[in-house]
């Protein structure tokens, strides 16, 4: 089944600065991979997702970037305010076909936290 | 929209005792819905995948007697923790694709807080 590896687990920095997330999967054969935000006791939010056929997808501050080749994709959020600070998840799932339809598999989690 | 809701929000519960946890889409019909754990500090776990009008699908690992699931409208879909000790305390998650709205994303539950005492 799938795999799934994220990193870093912890990633602290400055109000304005970058934060890069990273994740690494192992089946070819997955193709859709969405980024959550998870607030304490809250259910996971869709800030952002990528399918296999795009290479780079931005929505304002958030941007995510897929290799398929090397099989990982990375979250980055540029300008990062204080609100920014949560729990982010990746994952990988097959979006169509297959007994495995639909099913996510996660990343481990990183907690963001963006100081003031 | 898509919307889906979970009942209870909340529940605390004796050792040896069920417990079911709903989980309904209000906006849409979800033929798959899939359920997932979280304990404290960890990711998320797909426990099951629960398909309406056929037995569900679990993963490795999950004991199918143990939590069981049933689908039995295209809107609904319960989880029973059957004789719940205190290692099934956990946060319980439900996810539904609305294939007309999106054909990937997954739409969550606000989650249930299982406390087994």
């Known amino acids: 089944g799938e795999n799934v590896e994220q990193h870093p687990s912890t990633l602290s920095v400055q109000e304005g600065d970058s934060a890069v997330i990273k994740c690494t999967y192992s089946?070819?054969?997955?193709?859709?991979f969405p980024w959550y935000k998870q607030e304490l006791g809250k259910r996971p939010q869709l800030i952002i997702d990528i399918r296999s056929n795009v290479g780079e997808k931005k929505d304002q501050r958030i941007a995510v970037t897929l290799n398929k080749t090397a099989k990982h994709f990375s979250l980055h959020i540029t300008e990062t305010q204080p609100e920014d600070s949560a729990v982010y998840f990746c994952?990988?799932?097959?979006?169509?076909?297959?007994?495995?339809?639909?099913?996510?598999?996660f990343g481990q989690g990183t907690i963001l936290t963006v100081h003031p | 929209g898509a919307v889906v809701s979970q009942h209870p929000s909340r529940v605390i519960c004796k050792s040896g005792t069920s417990v079911k946890i709903e989980c309904r889409s209000l906006?849409?019909?979800?033929?798959?819905m899939f359920w997932y754990r979280q304990f404290p500090k960890q990711s998320l776990m797909l426990m099951a995948t629960?398909?309406?009008?056929?037995?569900?699908?679990?993963e490795q690992g999950v004991e199918k007697d143990k939590f069981l699931i049933n689908h039995a409208s295209l809107t609904l879909s319960t989880l029973t923790v059957t004789s719940a000790h205190p290692e099934d305390s956990s946060f319980y998650i439900c996810?539904?694709?609305?294939?007309?709205?999106?054909?990937?994303?997954?739409?969550f539950g606000p989650g249930t807080r299982l406390t087994v005492l």
């Open positions: 629960s398909n309406e009008g056929s037995k569900a699908t679990y």
């Open positions: 906006d849409f019909q979800a033929t798959t």
């Open positions: 089946d070819s054969a997955s193709n859709y």
């Open positions: 994952a990988a799932s097959l979006s169509a076909g297959g007994t495995s339809y639909g099913k996510l598999t």
């Open positions: 996810s539904a694709p609305n294939r007309g709205q999106s054909y990937n994303e997954q739409f």
